[in-house]
Each structure stands twice: as C-alpha cells, then as structure tokens.
C-alpha cells in the first residue's frame, strides 16, 4: 500500500490505493450502517489500473470512464455511505433552463427498465437503506446510506437510477406538482426573501436561486430535460465519495462492476465563474422576520489556495458567542442573539461571509460600521498564538464529532470534493502550520478594505445492567435523590457525551406561565452563583464543549428534540476533558443566577419565535391542534404565549428551577470511550446534589369523542393542514406493532397524497403511544385550494387501510427502514444518549438497539392488522385548516 502525508496531516491518516496490489486499502461501501464517499477516483475493469488525480492531492483516483473516487475509511461503524456528486447545478442553467437541475433530482427515482419508482423505494426500504437527494449551485448530489452487507445491491441501485432513468412523461407532471408545491413552502417561510436576495447581491452571475418558477417548470417538457439528463449525468462529470466501514478491496470490486460499466461523453459541468465583487455596497431590506439582520460578504481566495484554510480558521476565531466579533458588539453596547464567520466554497471560488442577529430596535448601520471596524482591530495582536491553538483544538473537536454522523459529514466535504482543494477539507489536520501570521496575511488579502456587499434586514414593524448488554457495557442506577443516571461504554470513541433529560415538561408549568421551561433553559448559560456569561462561554472555548440548553424551532434538525413530554441540555467533549466538562454542565443546571439584564434579552428573542411561529402555517396548524387535542396539561406551545412569556419573572424563574430540576424528574445518560462505571461515577458525584422534588403526578389525556373543525386565515400562499385523534388506551403488548403499522400507514398516505395525487411537497402520518394513549396524528402542506381534496382523500385513505391486509414483506421492509433509521441516528454518541434517555423515560424494555430490532422482527401481519382495527380513528377527528 502506498502512503501519502498531505500538508500537517501525519502519514497514517490517509492510505491510497495502490494499483500493484490487488487488495487494495481505501474504497468504502455503502450499506444501511456505512457511508461510501466516492470524491475523485474509480476503478472500471480489474486490469484497468486508477490513475492517480495528482500525487499533491491525497486519496483521490480517475477511473478509466473519468469518474473521479474519493474512499475513507471509518473503522467504527458497520454502515457505509455513498455520495455520487454530479457536476452540475442550478449555476449551470440558463434562463430557460430555470429549475431544470432540481426538476431532475426529482425525476432520477421516476423508474428505469429495470425498477419502478416503487420498486426502488421498496429495495431500499426493504434492506434498511436510506436515500436521498439534494440539488446546489455548482452540483446534485445522491446520497444512499446501508449496510455492508448489502453493498453490492445499493451500488447497483444506484448506478442504474443515475444513467438509465427513463423520465417518463407521466411521472415529469407528479415532479412538477410536487416542486411546485416546494416552491410555495419556501414562499411561505419568512426568511426566505432575506436568503434569496443576498445570494443574487453575493453570486450575481447566478440566473436563480435553484427551484426555478412555475412558469419555468410549465415549460420543461420531457425531451429538454432528458436532453439536458443525457448531457450532464455521465461519469466523466460526476464525483463519487465513499465513507464507512468497509473492505476496500470489496468496495473496489463492487466499484467496478457498476459505476465502471458505463461510457464517458457528457458535458462537464462548468460554474460560471464568480465576477468580482466591485466597491463597497449597501443594500437595506424590509421583512415580516422581527429581528434586525446584518449580513456581509467578501470574495474569497480559490479554495485550492492555503489562505482557503486560514480563512475557514479565522471564521471559528471571528463568530459564535464568544468570539471576537461579539465582543466587538458587546463593547459598543449591542446585544447579538447570534453571530457566524465562515468561507463559502463552490466550485472556483469562495465568499466570506458574516451573518449576525439582533433585537429589532438594534441600528444595522451602526453594527456594520462594528464589523468594518473589528476587522482590522482582530488582526493587530488580538488573535495570540493561544487562541489560534484553542480555536483549531476546538475545531479539531468538531471534526471528530462530525465524522460520526457519516451522512451529513459527507453532505458538509461535498463543495470542498467538487472544488478540487487538496485535502478537500477532510482532514482536521489541515490547520495544523496556521498561525497569526497566516490569519493576519488572508484578512488582509480579502477581507481588510476590500470590496463588499452588505444587506441590512429590519422588520416590517418594530418589536443496574441492563438486559442484553455483554460485559456490563450499559449500566443503570438510581440514586438516593431519584435522579436515574444510565451509562454505555463505546469502545474505541474519543467522546464524552452527556445527555439531561426531564421526565416531564409542560404539566409541571404553573398556569398562566407557559412556556417557562424553554424560557429557564436559554438562561442556563448566562451565568451561575460562580462565573459570569463571558466566563461560561470563556471556560467552554477553552475546553472544546459543546453545549445545548435548548431547541431551535427555526431549525429542523434543532427542533427534533423539542417536545411537550420532556426538555433536554446536550453536552459533548473529548475524554480528556470529560471531568471539567461535566462539572460545568452540572453547575449552571444547579446554580442558574438568571440575571435580570439577560432575562430581558431571552424575552425579547422567545417573543420573536412565537412571532416567528404564528407566521408558519405548518406550526400554527400544529399548535391549534394540540390545544383542542389534548386539553389541559399538555395544550400549550413549548415557546409559550406572548401573555405568557411577558409575565414571567426573575422570581417565577428561581421558583419553577427549584420543582423542575430534581432528581425525581432527571434522567441523565452518558455514551463515551469511558468504562461505563467510570462516567456512571462522574455523573453521580456532579448530580447528587440536586433535590429530590416530588414524584411528577400521571399524565391523562382526554379520548377524541367527537368531530372537530378549526380554520384559521393566514393568507400564505401554501396552507396546512393538520389532523389528530386520541384513539384509546395503547396497551404494552402492541408497541412493537404499533410501530410497525405506524410506518406502513405513513408510506401508504404519504404515497396517495403525494405520488399519486399530487397533492403534497410533504406530508407525514403517525400512530403512537403518548403517555398511554394511542395517538394518530396527520400533518401536511399544500396550496389552500387543495385542502378540501386532501381532507376527503386522508380520510378515504384511514378506512381503506382499516379494512386492508399487510403481507411479512411490507412488515420486513418496514422493519428494516425502521432499524437502519435508528442505526443512522445513533451514530452520533450524543443521539445514542438520547434514545438511552428516552427509553428509560417511557418505561421502554428495549433501548432502540439491536433489542428493538428483535423486537419488530417478531411482529406478525394478524398484529399490525389488529393495530388498525385498535388504534386508527373512525369519525371522531380534531381537524386543523390553515389557509
């Protein structure tokens, strides 16, 4: 095997393929529990060697059809991940082009000669894979996610839907219906005006910004795009990385095979290159988001170039809290709620860019003159030698976390394959030679007195071992305060992961008071009795944590922990640190000061969420769904009501921490490199103290007895619809199955609503068990003129899979999508903790491992049947209409 060392990254980080032996180290599978990265190599035939791309750039090989493959190995995870790059996005397009690329990435899963649309979901599905597909500026990317053991097949998949998909006329309408749907959602989203025109003021020489129109879409008949398909998705224009833990002789052969079998002769995607940003521009915005935005962007170096990395180090040492820019703000008496500094990478250039958010009353003008001015100011001794060393270990940090998460780190490296930089990103070496020389030379070639555009946004208007477990690898113990700590050894992590779970949220909130919960978790980081806000943020820089008190409702991926059951506060670190980490945590969940100044800020940003809420229609569905569904304790929104959030107090703050958190209502759990009696020990000397508090009482949420209709107006040009019904008492015996039925309902709805109907860009459909009760819930988003229809097809829909069958292969297939969704969740150690929370939470005999997957294999079609005939509701609905 040959070894390269590509600039600051040690010899053994990197291996190659080496075209002398045949068993060759370095390609990657891909698989329900491995990632493959194909970046800048392939192989075609067994006796056509790969050529290396350049021996400047490291792991990177062009297959004899031009493909280039990039293969990483991750020795921790069964599971492999493939992401194929085609060169080619919306920059790519011209006018009557507009949407072509997006339109496209919809209509590659429309079928080929050999698999129907269905049969694809259905192989992917049917060994736990995961697949999807998202379209930028300067490519498309398809990422498919499985286990190794399935390698061959996903490969095969996927090669085929890339270059054989027939288009069919039949399916370029559903794809039409369906993106035009996705354009009305993005209409609908407040912030969406804000992006779109600081990408056209930061990237002119783009004609859009990547859905196209309708008007566009009307106009793309079969033959345009099938001709722009065949130009552009050949393998001489493609990327393909692989990441996991695979054998990379396997994966090479596997390689071969598939991608290697087809024929060079597409265009090559070529971006438009980046014309330069002329003077200094200012551009002022009105919207209906209640914050003041700044943003600011500078034309950045090549990304091939080294000032790339010392502007992407720079950007660490400039944003978040505690960096340099904030402080600048705080100096001139602002008050950011949120500041970021990153390099931007496409394909042959860059863009720096500074994004920060204030209160509404704050002037834009007077903080971009701050930026402006703390440019400079950073670079004449400010950043030390320590804070460089500080800022690369903590990004270091993050590298290790992210490499976890295979998908999204293969999504993240995506613009640094296609732009070509050596190393391309992947290594979290590459900052290793930087210092404030470095820094102080690339700010002072792109950023300090260099041409700008800035856009100023202001709002519209102001404002015990457990079972199953070898080697005692979980532990599980209660202490004498109540509070139950569980703590798994992952052999080999370098992680500390801490997870703090309540096991009830909304029902302890006073009356009057809702809310109070979220608003006490943003004031964690603050202060404590001992250490300021600064000296927080200060000590969690210099220990490379990441901590989170709270959701973002704003974001997805953010929001996926928020719940009306439960609260959360997240902590990762290295081992090494993993003592100091803990005791910080524990400190500001025991001893919040909650300062009067800060109090007031968090008001202020929790009254602009609810604001930013009742401005979605798919969050103001929800809400008015859960009011008139579950009554009482839990009919509240996490973030509260504006009456609500205004009435709370310092007083009612100190009053609520002291009942919320005790040990009676803490779960802590705790997934590292440590032996697990080891972090059981750090937690249980950390935590003990809190008060025992008393035992929560039951929740009982009312049955659905009668049919109810709720309209609201918001005038958005997409509308949502939302449905529930609270079914029954969910028996223990039928979980296993509940969650079987539960996702083949959803397949079938979402199936009718949005593939045959047309009807939804989105739509979701759940059964569940809810503190003992059976829960169904629908919720979906469409033009308004569609609801009527929707409304009489969902419920057409709920009778007809009452009175189905299901067959063992949509059980298996459903089994298996089920397990490989968790196994990809649960990659990351912190998420493992929070399903090790969860279950011990909701009383659970399993822990959502390989125990739950015993467990729905075991489920039968008579049980899944039974399931329905339970827990699916008949006529007694609560129906939420936003138009």
Do not use: C
Not at 37 to 47: F, N, Q
């Amino acid at each position: 095997m040959t070894l390269f060392t590509y600039r600051g990254v040690k010899s053994h980080e990197w291996t190659f393929y080496d075209p002398n032996n045949k068993d060759t180290r370095g390609i990657a599978m891909k698989t329900v529990f491995r990632f493959v990265i194909l970046s800048m190599a392939i192989l075609v035939h067994a006796d056509v060697k790969a050529v290396p791309a350049g021996e400047d750039v490291t792991g990177n090989y062009i297959l004899d059809n031009g493909m280039e493959v990039r293969l990483i190995r991750e020795q921790t995870t069964p599971l492999v991940g493939t992401l194929v790059l085609v060169k080619t996005g919306y920059a790519m397009e011209n006018v009557e082009q507009k949407g072509y690329s997006h339109l496209l990435e919809h209509l590659i899963f429309s079928g080929t000669d050999r698999r129907s649309k269905g049969q694809i979901m259905k192989e992917v599905e049917g060994v736990g894979g995961y697949i999807n597909a998202f379209t930028r500026a300067d490519y498309t990317g398809f990422i498919v996610v499985g286990h190794r053991d399935y390698n061959d097949q996903l490969m095969d998949l996927l090669s085929d839907i890339l270059f054989n998909s027939m288009i069919e006329g039949t399916a370029l309408e559903k794809a039409r219906r369906v993106v035009v749907e996705e354009i009305l959602r993005e209409k609908s989203r407040p912030g969406a005006r804000i992006d779109e025109v600081f990408q056209r003021l930061l990237y002119p020489q783009y004609s859009h910004t990547g859905l196209g129109s309708e008007s566009s879409l009307l106009s793309a008949t079969r033959q345009r795009i099938r001709d722009f398909y065949l130009k552009t998705y050949r393998p001489d224009n493609m990327i393909l990385l692989v990441s996991g833990g695979f054998d990379e002789g396997a994966a090479l052969r596997t390689l071969e095979r598939t991608f290697g079998s087809f024929r060079p002769g597409g265009e090559t995607g070529n971006a438009p290159a980046a014309p330069p940003l002329a003077g200094r521009r200012i551009y002022n915005l009105r919207t209906g988001v209640p914050d003041v935005q700044v943003r600011v962007g500078f034309a950045g170096p090549d990304p091939r170039d080294d000032d790339a990395e010392a502007l992407e180090l720079l950007g660490s040492i400039l944003g978040g809290r505690g960096g340099l820019l904030a402080k600048a703000f705080e100096s001139a008496g602002m008050k950011p709620r949120s500041v970021s500094a990153s390099l931007n990478i496409n394909s042959n250039f860059s863009r720096f860019v500074i994004m920060a958010d204030f209160p509404g009353e704050t002037d834009p003008h007077n903080a971009l003159e701050v930026i402006l001015t703390a440019l400079p100011a950073a670079t004449r001794g400010v950043i030390t030698p320590e804070r460089v060393i500080e800022t690369r270990e903590r990004l270091v940090f993050e590298e290790t976390v992210g490499r976890e998460k295979i998908h999204y780190f293969l999504m993240e490296k995506a613009p640094w394959a296609i732009s070509g930089a050596p190393g391309q990103g992947l290594s979290a070496g590459r900052w290793d030679n930087l210092g404030p020389d470095e820094l102080d030379r690339a700010s002072r070639s792109f950023l300090i007195d260099k041409p700008y555009v800035a856009l100023l946004v202001v709002p519209e208007t102001g404002l015990d071992v457990l079972a199953g477990t070898p080697r005692e690898l979980l532990l599980r113990k209660t202490v004498d305060n109540g509070i139950t700590i569980i703590a798994e050894e992952r052999p080999g992590s370098q992680l500390f992961s801490l997870h703090l779970m309540t096991r009830h949220r909304s029902s302890l909130e006073p009356e009057g008071k809702e809310g109070i919960a979220d608003f006490m978790h943003r004031l964690l980081t603050s202060g404590t009795d001992e250490r300021s806000r600064e000296e927080i943020e200060d000590e969690l820089r210099k220990l490379g944590v990441s901590l989170s008190t709270a959701g973002n409702p704003n974001n997805p991926f953010g929001n996926f922990y928020t719940s009306r059951t439960y609260s959360y506060i997240r902590m990762e670190s290295l081992l090494d640190k993993a003592e100091n980490a803990a005791s910080l945590m524990a400190e500001i969940v025991l001893s919040p000061s909650f300062p009067e100044n800060e109090i007031e800020d968090v008001r202020k940003k929790i009254l602009d969420l609810i604001s930013y809420r009742n401005s979605r229609p798919s969050s103001v569905s929800s809400t008015l769904l859960a009011r008139d569904l579950y009554g009482g304790v839990l009919a509240g929104d996490v973030l509260g009501t504006s009456d609500s959030i205004q009435s709370i107090t310092r007083e009612d703050l100190q009053e609520f921490h002291g009942e919320y958190f005790t040990g009676n209502n803490i779960i802590l759990s705790i997934v590292s490199g440590l032996p697990a009696a080891e972090s059981m020990e750090i937690a249980e000397s950390l935590f003990s103290a809190l008060p025992e508090g008393k035992p929560p009482a039951p929740i009982v949420l009312p049955i659905t007895k009668k049919q109810h209709v709720v309209r609201r107006k918001l005038g958005k040009p997409q509308g949502a619809l939302a449905i529930g019904s609270i079914t029954g008492e969910a028996e223990r015996g039928y979980m296993p199955a509940l969650s079987v039925a539960s996702g083949i309902l959803n397949q079938r709805i979402a199936f009718v609503l949005r593939e045959k109907e047309g009807l939804a860009y989105s739509v979701g459909a759940s059964l569940s068990n809810l503190d003992g009760r059976s829960l169904f819930l629908l919720s979906m988003g469409t033009a308004p003129d569609n609801i009527e229809r929707a409304r009489k097809s969902i419920r057409r829909e709920i009778e007809s899979i009452r009175r189905s069958d299901v067959t063992q292969e949509e059980i298996n297939i459903r089994v298996n999508a089920i397990s490989g969704r968790l196994q990809r969740r649960m990659l990351s150690s912190i998420n493992r903790a929070y399903y090790l929370g969860l279950s011990e939470k909701n009383g659970l005999d399993h822990t959502f491992g390989e125990d739950f997957r015993e467990l729905l294999m075991s489920v039968t079609p008579d049980e899944v049947k039974s399931v329905w005939t339970r827990y699916l509701p008949r006529k007694n609905l609560v129906e939420v209409i936003v138009r």
